[in-house]
């Protein structure tokens, strides 16, 4: 039998990374009431002062270690077959701390879909002040900012000014291709027409990351654990979590109450009680799982695995939704510095890399992923508004009224849909990654870097799509709780034909970039490409391309969605999971559709207002 643990508290937290640690934090703050006791369980180890994790530029090394969850889809029908990599981080500060350190702001378009999906209360206008309160704003020096082009669009005002996590602009003077980055788009029409935290996500622009300006070092969800110790939060690692413990009593009408954890603590197994609620924040993969481990799913899987259903819910583990990524490495010219030599792991150019780092804070090591962006539509829709709406529209019904029944419409497509036919809504994010991206290295799909490279620098032009209208799932096939039994994944990549038609159209205007001054001047006519055949002509070129090379960029959400519950959703828009009392999901798998640009700012915003939710302030 478990033994009762010590760590009882009125909250407890199951997972320590991105959200969890926001809530922990927040939820602990002093104030005029009682502050609550808090346990936060988290599976991996404490980091959060590893070089391994603060220098920027090691981020591609800390995938496929100890430090991730090593998940990996099925096979995909749509993908040749190919398996992709998930990762998710395995250790305090979650995949917050493993990641490429982007801080894009998701647009105004998809937050307020989540309200108009059913979720009162949740439109940008509610969100856009947690994101301001989860980051400080570091504004470089003024002949920085007018480099990088930043000054014709900044607004401090509508940025944050004192939350824990820091957000600086990579992107440097010494860089040239910052610069010519954002002239080129300019010159084609698509400069960046606000801060895109003002809502209006357009055109192109250096964009933020999450590292310390002064200290050039990662600045992660870490910073809330610091905050959360200090107000007597007991933060537990190398805790894995096995399932959530529910009682029914006629108090709760006949609903299960969540009334503790079943947690592995240095190899005991102990039951971890909670006075007030279980806070569930352990991202898109592990909150479906431990849900399903505990009872709360699809009756029929649950009972063909002979675990006990607490709460029969088949939308555990459905609507799953993530990015899709690509793109092509050009030879840079002669003299362009890149990241190429580190990802080589080229021994001179890593010496002097991590002594430069070390004694100045400048060069390579600072450098995180991607610094510059642009938010585009598909060029071929492009006009004037009322030609785009009626275009892209038109375009997005011709396979939509095909495939859908009048009588049974899919909510989330209808949302996406509206989303991308209006007139200001981008349908990619195009990025440059100062190296080669080894996006087309069959045997590591889901690396985005670090195989099959190339001798000699190259600048990698890519895009994500910001939409999908392909959605998997993921669910358990055992019922043993053990870290060593993984559940499966089906991200069903491109099981809907629009998302290949709009990919490869995006795919082709990305292409196109390499052509265009002042960025050509930084990219050798006709010089090496990686892969060395990717040279595109057309849309089925295009849509080839695709199939062998599109990967995932490490945006899953949705599993479980905050939506009505007949509409597919598993938590109310208090994040309360239906059907029980005490039980909140806090993380990436309430989003209902999936924000547009990298997800990680969306999370942090989310976990902020959930604590304002619990502790009844909203």
Do not use: C, H, Q
């Given at each position: 039998m478990p033994s009762t643990s010590p760590l009882n508290a009125d909250y407890i937290i199951i997972g320590g990374g991105t959200s969890?640690?926001?809530l922990a934090s927040r939820l602990s703050e002093p104030s005029s009431s009682p502050s609550p006791s808090i346990t936060l369980l988290e599976s991996g180890p404490d980091l959060t002062t590893d070089p391994r994790i603060l220098t920027p530029a090691l981020w591609t090394s800390l995938m496929s270690t100890p430090l991730d969850h090593n998940f990996q889809t099925t096979p995909q029908e749509n993908l040749g077959g190919r398996k992709v990599n998930i990762p998710q981080g395995n250790l305090l500060g979650g995949s917050s701390a493993i990641n490429g350190m982007a801080f894009i702001a998701p647009g105004k378009n998809v937050i307020d879909s989540w309200g108009e999906l059913g979720n009162d209360g949740w439109d940008w206008d509610s969100l856009h002040p947690y994101y301001k309160r989860s980051y400080t704003l570091q504004v470089p020096d003024e002949e920085t900012l007018t480099f990088i082009g930043a000054d014709k669009w900044l607004d401090e005002s509508i940025n944050g000014d004192c939350g824990p996590l820091k957000a600086s602009f990579p992107a440097v003077r010494s860089n040239p291709l910052a610069k010519a980055w954002v002239d080129t788009f300019e010159d084609m029409g698509f400069g960046a027409r606000e801060d895109p935290f003002a809502g209006e996500i357009w055109g192109a622009y250096s964009n933020l990351a999450l590292t310390d300006q002064g200290s050039k070092e990662r600045s992660f969800a870490g910073v809330y654990a610091e905050n959360a110790r200090e107000s007597g939060v007991r933060v537990v690692t190398g805790a894995w979590v096995r399932r959530i413990l529910f009682e029914i009593s006629s108090d709760t009408a006949g609903e299960p109450v969540a009334?503790?954890?079943?947690?592995?603590?240095?190899g005991e197994v102990q039951v971890v009680k909670a006075n007030k609620e279980v806070l569930l924040c352990a991202g898109a993969i592990n909150t479906p799982r431990i849900l399903e481990l505990s009872g709360v799913g699809d009756a029929k899987r649950l009972n063909e695995l002979g675990i006990p259903v607490v709460v029969d819910n088949p939308n555990v583990g459905e609507n799953l939704q993530d990015h899709l990524s690509t793109g092509i490495s050009f030879e840079a010219v002669d003299g362009v510095v890149t990241l190429d030599p580190l990802l080589r792991q080229e021994a001179d150019a890593v010496q002097a890399a991590m002594r430069e780092y070390a004694e100045s804070r400048t060069g390579p090591l600072t450098i995180g992923g991607v610094q510059s962006s642009a938010f585009m539509p598909i060029l071929e829709f492009h006009g004037s508004n009322q030609e785009r709406e009626k275009s892209m529209g038109e375009f997005l019904d011709s396979y939509l009224s095909e495939l859908e029944s009048d009588l049974q419409p899919d909510i989330r497509n209808?949302?996406?849909r509206d989303i991308l036919a209006k007139p200001d809504s981008p349908a990619s994010?195009?990025?440059m990654f100062l190296a080669q991206g080894s996006l087309h290295d069959l045997e590591n799909a889901s690396s985005f870097s670090g195989t099959g490279l190339q001798e000699g620098n190259?600048?990698?032009?890519?895009?994500?799509?910001?939409?999908?209208?392909?959605?998997g799932n993921t669910h358990i096939t055992s019922p043993d709780p053990g870290p060593e039994t993984k559940p499966t994944i089906d991200g069903k990549y491109l099981s809907h034909p629009l998302d290949l038609e709009l990919t490869a159209r995006t795919l082709l205007d990305v292409h196109d970039l390499h052509t265009k001054q002042p960025l050509a001047n930084y990219l050798k006519p006709n010089g090496r490409r990686n892969p060395p055949d990717a040279f595109l002509t057309d849309l089925d070129s295009a849509k080839k391309y695709i199939l062998d090379t599109v990967n995932t960029t490490y945006h899953y959400c949705g599993t479980a969605a905050m939506l009505?519950?007949?509409?597919g959703g598993v938590v109310d828009s208090h994040l309360r999971v239906y059907g029980t009392q005490g039980l909140r999901v806090v993380d990436a798998s309430v989003f209902p559709v999936i924000p547009a640009g990298n997800v990680q700012s969306s999370v942090f915003a989310v976990a902020e207002r959930a604590a304002d939710i619990i502790r009844g302030l909203i």
């Open positions: 969890g640690l926001v009334t503790g954890v079943e947690v592995v603590i240095d209808k949302a996406i994010m195009m990025f190259f600048i990698t032009l890519g895009f994500e799509t910001n939409f999908s209208f392909s959605r009505p519950r007949e509409k």
